[in-house]
RNA sequence: UGCGCCGUGGAGCAGCGGUUAGCUCGCCAGGCUCAUAACCUGGAGGUCGCAGGUUCGAUUCCUGUCGGCGCAACCA
């Protein structure tokens, strides 16, 4: 029996000190996208989320709330899950990694490489800052004082941890770079990597001496792995490394890690080389995406903008819309902006004034003029809306390039400039509200290709927002023919067998409640 | 200081060695009336930060410069 192909994707684990913040839904949404793609095209998906738990900072955090970090870290874990659930994002799983799967996986790997002899023990002395209870750096020390405590004084600490002897691995990694020239995307992210790495890379600690929180090194019970040799691990815990091996095999490698851009030397330097002390496969893809920032704020009444809850806009114009904007305003793989009017205008525009017009202003006509049921279907030329559309299936194979590496910003505006467009334009050539007076049977074939029209319009936005393109779906009775949950990208160019179109959207008086109600900016004009 | 990014019509962004520099919003004029005062057509508005260089030709490549910004080993 043919196995599906498999996709696995994986986002960054996040640290529960806080809240999910806009940032880090920017990615999980982006990931989301791309999950919800691969899987309508009948790829066998693995979409992996998680928390990052077992931090210094996270257990810090516990203790001035009076809390026991592991009840701390739970409530977070069903927190940053209910914003994702919220998101509509799809994940198959989700990891905190203080779990008992991560823990083994984490011991397992460790080991690995240290009988590898890639680890050693080494007597490490650095400042250190009993405000922030960590070590400084050279660079972080400002005028010999540490800027987040200047009342304090940097005393020097001498400590024995282990190191990862990272340096070792330095032409490895360059010949992984060019045997897997697009492991690290985009391009310049790649550079930067290239340049690092040829620079010359630090062996780098791994371990932390007196620490309760976190994950016993397995072989000196004394130190506790710290951060990245914990957290990256949870890519391969996740999926069964040291405790479902069959599993692992199954899924691992993964297709894509999608993470931040300033977390890309871990994943593209000291990952791969972690893997291969541990004898495991490379990742295909690592992309390290951009960072969404917040406009300075207008020299208005709302003076300090600071980044909101995610939850607020969700819960105030929905979590599709949401997904739009970042989608469509940010590019995934550089920088974007966030701004409370620039949403309102991207929704206005594109969401209300077209998709959502669209949709109400074919399903009124439907309605008005058929009563719902337009006939006949099979034997018209439902193709006629595609002439506003020139080339059409290489359109469909273009966008399904795009969404496929991340360009979604250029993928939403090509169906935007080329497909919803041209629908409306469609509407404007044929007239059918004028073409009913005269020649009704004008009238319901231009109607049919506009539903035809809707229905491609559904299948190509269905991994940007799932919920807006099933309503759009399943405004005609087109599931009857055809399953919306298996369609694809290449369905977009199959007209189904369908011989009477029927509405099935919910009315109310007559009408279809409006998909996406405008968002007025100006207050009412006159109150009295 | 190191690395990187940006500077394109009023605003926000695309673009990229070569026909009339695109898109959204706003503005003006017209059309239409099915629709969420929406949709369609047309128009005004840019010497593509500045100065050099490469080239037959640069907004697009290189150098410098001014201005804005991000990151810098554990914050997406």
């Known amino acids: 029996m043919s196995e599906a192909p498999r996709f696995y994707i994986t986002t960054a684990i996040d640290y ?83 779990e008992e799967r991560h823990r083994i996986g984490c011991q397992k790997f460790i080991q690995a490489v240290y009988d590898a002899g890639d680890i050693y023990k080494k007597a490490y002395s650095s400042q250190y800052c009993d405000g922030c209870e960590e070590f400084k750096t050279e660079r972080d020390i400002v005028e010999g004082k540490c800027p987040n405590h200047p009342q304090r004084t940097l005393r020097v600490v001498e400590e024995e941890n282990y190191f990862f002897r990272l340096s070792a691995f330095q032409d490895r990694l360059l010949a992984l770079y060019q045997s897997q020239p697009d492991f690290i995307q985009p391009e310049t992210r790649r550079n930067e990597i290239l340049s690092l790495v040829t620079t010359g890379l630090q062996d780098v600690s791994i371990s932390r001496k007196g620490f309760d929180w976190g994950i016993k090194v397995p072989f000196d019970p004394e130190q506790t792995i710290y951060v990245w040799f914990d957290a990256l691990l949870n890519y391969i815990t996740a999926v069964g490394y040291g405790t479902d091996d069959e599993r692992f095999q199954r899924i691992w490698p993964a297709d894509f890690h999608v993470i931040g851009k300033d977390i890309t030397r871990f994943h593209c330097a000291l990952w791969p080389a972690m893997l291969m002390s ?87 006509m439907c309605l008005k003029y058929f009563d719902g049921t337009l006939t006949g279907a099979l034997e018209t030329d439902r193709t006629a809306w595609v002439a506003e559309c020139p080339n059409f299936p290489q359109l469909v194979q273009d966008l399904g390039g795009l969404v496929g590496s991340f360009q979604y910003n250029v993928a939403l505006q090509k169906i935007w400039l080329e497909v919803l467009d041209a629908s409306n334009r469609y509407i404007q050539a044929t007239q059918p509200f004028r073409v009913i007076k005269t020649d009704p049977d004008a009238c319901r074939v231009a109607l049919l290709n506009v539903a035809e029209s809707m229905r491609v319009l559904a299948i190509l936005i269905k991994p940007f927002m799932p919920a807006t393109a099933e309503r759009f779906f399943r405004a005609f009775n087109w599931d009857d023919v055809q399953a919306w949950e298996t369609v694809s990208y290449a369905d977009a160019l199959v007209r189904p067998e369908l011989s009477e179109i029927q509405v099935r959207a919910q009315i109310s008086d007559g009408k279809p409640a409006p998909l996406f109600p405008k968002i007025e900016v100006e207050p009412p004009a006159t109150r009295s």
């Open 278 to 364: 541990a004898k495991l496969p490379m990742p295909k893809h690592v992309l390290g995406h951009g960072f969404v920032y917040f406009k300075g704020a207008k020299a208005s009444k709302s003076a300090a903008e600071k980044p909101r809850d995610p939850m607020d806009y969700i819960a105030e114009h929905g979590a599709e819309p949401f997904r739009y904007y970042f989608m469509r305003e940010c590019p995934f793989g550089g920088d974007g902006n966030f701004s409370e009017e620039r949403f309102i205008e991207v929704y206005n525009a594109d969401l209300a004034n077209n998709l959502g017009n669209l949709y109400s202003r074919t399903l009124t």
């Open 16 to 98: 529960p000190n806080s809240r999910p913040h806009i940032g880090t839904a920017f990615e999980k949404i982006g990931a989301d996208v791309q999950a919800r793609f691969q899987r309508m095209q009948g790829k066998s998906v693995h979409f992996q989320m998680g928390n990052d738990e077992n931090t210094i900072k996270v257990s810090q955090r516990a203790g001035e709330l009076g809390q026991d970090p592991q009840a701390y870290v739970n409530d977070m874990a069903q927190q940053f899950q209910a914003v994702w659930a919220a998101l509509k994002i799809s994940n198959d799983d989700f990891i905190q990694t203080t």
